[in-house]
T-cell receptor
Framework: GESVGLHLPTLSVQEGDNSIINCAYSNSASDYFIWYKQESGKGPQFIIDIRSNMDKRQGQRVTVLLNKTVKHLSLQIAATQPGDSAVYFCAELAGNRDDKIIFGKGTRLHILP | DADVTQTPRNRITKTGKRIMLECSQTKGHDRMYWYRQDPGLGLRLIYYSFDVKDINKGEISDGYSVSRQAQAKFSLSLESAIPNQTALYFC???????????FGPGTRLLVL
């Protein structure tokens, strides 16, 4: 079946290092992808998105890479800070699903001092 | 003030009770959504609405109902709450299909 999933449920990264969070999707018709950050006790917050006509998009300290050949999405966070500690969700949207966003299960990013 | 608000923030109820969760937004968005979040399962869509009076079922609509009487408000009801509806509930809004969804702070519901 169609799914959006993450390779690792928990990722521990040293403060100052770069973090890479991965996501696999299975629907080849998906054409819009989003990364959300959810801090403890809060709702998900938009980080960055990418459309299928792109393979890379950069924001402030974050980069999203899209590999449509292997249906893989990644979020790179540069110089990870304590405030980056959160659960990160990837999400996909495909026109053949009535434009409903499907969320992955999430990866918890833990920052080591 | 927050753009998307939810009330209540926490609720404890008993099996069989009817409860309503409210969502309000000041972003002027047409689209509103209700999600449920369980540990290890991410966010799952319950219902969504593209406009006033427009209601669409999501992935897990059984046991829930919604009402969209105004653009700014979208309420979620549990007609007869059961323990496996214990979860964190989020409301979200967006300006279109391929536009960012803005989430509320969530309602933590415990059904005893």
């Amino acid at each position: 079946g169609e799914s959006v999933g993450l390779h690792l449920p928990t990722l521990s990264v040293q403060e100052g290092d770069n973090s890479i969070i991965n996501c696999a999707y299975s629907n080849s018709a998906s054409d819009y992808f989003i990364w959300y950050k959810q801090e403890s006790g809060k709702g998900p917050q938009f980080i960055i998105d990418i459309r299928s006509n792109m393979d890379k998009r950069q924001g402030q300290r974050v980069t999203v890479l899209l590999n449509k050949t292997v249906k893989h999405l990644s979020l790179q966070i540069a110089a990870t800070q304590p405030g980056d500690s959160a659960v990160y969700f990837c999400a996909e949207l495909a026109g053949n699903r009535d434009d409903k966003i499907i969320f992955g299960k999430g990866t918890r990013l833990h920052i080591l001092p | 003030d927050a753009d998307v608000t939810q009330t209540p923030r926490n609720r404890i109820t008993k099996t069989g009770k009817r409860i309503m969760l409210e969502c309000s937004q000041t972003k002027g968005h047409d689209r509103m959504y209700w999600y449920r979040q369980d540990p290890g399962l991410g966010l799952r869509l319950i219902y969504y609405s593209f406009d006033v009076k427009d209601i669409n079922k999501g992935e897990i609509s059984d046991g829930y109902s919604v009402s969209r009487q105004a653009q700014a408000k979208f309420s979620l009801s549990l007609e007869s709450a059961i323990p496996n509806q214990t979860a964190l509930y989020f409301c979200a809004t967006s300006d279109g299909a391929r536009e960012t969804q803005y989430f509320g702070p969530g309602t933590r519901l415990l059904v005893l």
